[in-house]
C-alpha cells in the first residue's frame, strides 16, 4: 500500500483567504484523489486530480473555489479559495496503485483539518 | 442512485460481542465493495474488500457477508475488542472503470465497551 502524507496537518485561517494542502505519496501512482469530511459526516469527493490535465470536479465543487494541481505522479495540491467558515472541515487525500491494476484500492492521507474563522 | 446506506449511525457492543453494520446500494453496476475503518484524527484505512462474485470475505475477526439480489452487503466484527472501536464506512465503486470513484456510506461510530 502507499504512504499518503499531508500537510498541513491542520490550519486555523480567516475567512477571505486562502489556503492550500499539499498531498505527497511514496511511490508513483495513476489517480489522486481530493475529498472532504465535515465533522462527524461522511466523506464526499471533491476532485480526481489527474496528472498533466486538469482536475475532474464533482458537482457542487468548482475549480475557482479548489484550485487543484497535480505536477508529477506523486504529488498534489489543492487549495481552499477565499475561505468562509463553511469551509471548515477535514480535507483528505488519497491515491489509487496504476490502472493496470485490477479494482484499485485506494489509500488515504491523514488529512488536514481547518478551521475558518 | 449513487447512493449507499449504512446503518446503524452508531453502535454499542460488549467486549466479546459481535458487532453488524449493514450497508445497502441502488447501483447494481457497483463492482467493488471496501470498508474503512477511521480512528479519530486519522484518514480512513483499507479494512476489507469484496467483489460481488463471492458471497462472503473473512479476514481474521472481519467477515464482508454480500447478497448481490438484495443489493445488501455488511460487516461483522467477531470478537469485538475495545481498539476496534472507530468509526467504520462502507464504499461502493465501479472498480472495473478505473475510475476510482468511492461511494461512501454514511458511517457506523463504534464503541466496543470493555
Known amino acids: 500500500s502507499a504512504v499518503i502524507s499531508q500537510k498541513p496537518s491542520r490550519d486555523i485561517c480567516q475567512r477571505g483567504t486562502s489556503l492550500t494542502i499539499q498531498c505527497q505519496v511514496d511511490s508513483q501512482v495513476t489517480m489522486m484523489f481530493w475529498y472532504r469530511q465535515q465533522p462527524g459526516q461522511s466523506l464526499t469527493l471533491i476532485a480526481t486530480?489527474?496528472?498533466?490535465?486538469?482536475?475532474?470536479?464533482e458537482s457542487g465543487f468548482v475549480i475557482d473555489k479548489f484550485p487543484i494541481s497535480r505536477p508529477n505522479l506523486t504529488f498534489s495540491t489543492l487549495t481552499v479559495s477565499n475561505m468562509s467558515p463553511e469551509d471548515s472541515s477535514i480535507y483528505l487525500c488519497s491515491a489509487a496503485p496504476p490502472s493496470w491494476l485490477p479494482y484499485n484500492e485506494q489509500f488515504f492521507g491523514p488529512g488536514t483539518r481547518l478551521t475558518v474563522l | 442512485q449513487q447512493q449507499v446506506k449504512q446503518s446503524p449511525q452508531s453502535l454499542i457492543v460488549q467486549k466479546g460481542g459481535i458487532s453488524i453494520i449493514n450497508c445497502a446500494y441502488e447501483n447494481t453496476a457497483f463492482d467493488y465493495f471496501p470498508w474503512y475503518q477511521q480512528f479519530p484524527g486519522k484518514g480512513p484505512a483499507l479494512l476489507i474488500a469484496i467483489r460481488p462474485d463471492v458471497s462472503e470475505k473473512k479476514e481474521g475477526r472481519f467477515t464482508i457477508s454480500f447478497n448481490k439480489s438484495a443489493k445488501q452487503f455488511s460487516l461483522h466484527i467477531m470478537d469485538s475488542q475495545p481498539g476496534d472501536s472507530a468509526t467504520y464506512f462502507c464504499?461502493?465503486?465501479?472498480?472495473?472503470?478505473?475510475?476510482?470513484?468511492?461511494?461512501f456510506g454514511q458511517g457506523t461510530t463504534l464503541q466496543v465497551k470493555p
Open positions: 486530480a489527474n496528472q498533466g490535465s486538469e482536475a475532474t470536479y
Open positions: 464504499a461502493a465503486t465501479l472498480g472495473s472503470s478505473n475510475t476510482g470513484k468511492l461511494i
